[in-house]
DNA sequence: TCTGTATCTTTGTCAGGCAAGTATGCGGGA
DNA sequence: TCCCGCATACTTGCCTGACAAAGATACAGA
């Protein structure tokens, strides 16, 4: 947990503004995202936007080689499969340590709550990418390594730009995502690490599954 | 593997100087690391500094708050735990991984057998950190995921500058670490995830420890 | 002793500019 | 017609120099 009062620096708000941008496709795939330009746009001097962008390319949502305008990055095959590759690695071992504790956090309890209630109104699928974060982020936070939580947020930013991209929305059904969840939280419950493992295995490996074959 | 030939900018030069004055000492835990004296030093603009200073608190060898200097992190007992939790949980993934397809990387191979022969030589400890380090890489990188490769190299960076601040070397018999990587390969070779995982914990759960204790 | 203030250090941000590298379009030669 | 080399425009890498603001420090006063 980061502390209540958090001074932003011009180059944090600019950071978060387009991050934002990138996130809801006003940035689309594959688009150049030039010093100069949002310089201009954002009335910053040069120097504050390239700062941005560099601290975006550090955290993988823009990618640049050396004397090329950044661009946000396009998710072909290879790299979804990469991407919920290096997250399932992160996340099982998170779920067997947290089985191993016997430890269900109160705040992934609660988003899933949240996925259920969703899940019954049968409301705009877009509404589960943010308590479907939440809870994956809350399980990770509860076994209190601020490396793996950072390392899991970097992959995590990765992962809703992905899913913005492919337009992943409504490609799974809610109510299957939230029985998901389920099985992982019991198996947390019961203090079985191998099923935990298995449960969160499976979930990833169907989200996966599901952004692969829209890809093609 | 990045390709053979590298434009390294000035920033990138900078940041491979510091790097290594933090790694061998020449920076000792707690310095500030200050724009305009690196900048003096160097011969370079205060910009350039900046930037190559920012970098490295986003890889995690120095830290710094708003408006006041960088400074190489003093690693203490919790750190310590956190940072080999952290590891442990990717390699024990990787572990499982490599042997559930029975890859044993050609270079990790070549690393071990280069401690194999410090360990009867009985050199100087210091010299198996670099092969420690290659071989623990080369298993990573031979999953072939860009993402967990990048993302343990950090955690990597980050082991080396403790074991450098805690003056670890000594602490392990070399003997032994080279006993402990042959029985990961072992398991690997066998195809048994489970056998690799536990050959692994056990590895990190051991040198974690020395660190511990001679942190008190 | 504690507190408030003045000063110094260091960082945040800016302006403007030159050099170097990359992409683009055009014209000439095969 | 197609390919190759060349000149131009665009963009980034790095520089100098500067001012404002935030922390750190030391000192004087209550």
Do not use: W
């Not at 030039?34 to 993988?60: C, F, M, N, S």
């Amino acid at each position: 947990m980061t502390g209540r009062l958090q001074a932003r620096s011009l180059i944090d708000a600019l950071v978060a503004e387009l991050s934002e941008q990138i996130f809801d496709g006003r940035l689309p795939a594959g688009a150049a995202v030039i010093e100069t330009h949002v310089a201009d746009e954002y009335e910053v001097a040069r120097p504050t936007a390239k700062a941005a962008i560099e601290r975006l390319v550090g955290e993988g949502l823009l990618r640049r080689g050396p004397h090329r305008s950044a661009r946000v990055p396009v998710f072909d095959a290879g790299n979804v499969a990469d991407l919920y590759f290096a997250r399932t690695c992160l996340e099982r071992q998170v779920m067997r340590e947290l089985a191993s504790r016997r430890l269900t956090p109160p705040a992934a309890l609660g988003a899933q709550a949240e996925i259920r209630a969703l899940s019954g109104a049968g409301g705009s699928t877009t509404a589960v990418v943010e308590p479907d974060i939440r809870f994956h982020r809350s399980l990770v936070d509860a076994v209190g390594s601020p490396r793996l939580s950072r390392m899991h947020a970097s992959i995590m930013a990765e992962t809703r730009l992905c899913m913005a991209q492919v337009q992943a929305f409504g490609l799974l059904r809610v109510a299957e995502i939230a029985d998901e969840h389920e099985a992982v939280l019991d198996a947390i419950a019961d203090g079985d690490p191998e099923r935990a493992d298995q449960a969160l295995d499976l979930h990833l490996t169907r989200a996966c599954r599901a952004l692969l074959t829209r890809l093609g």
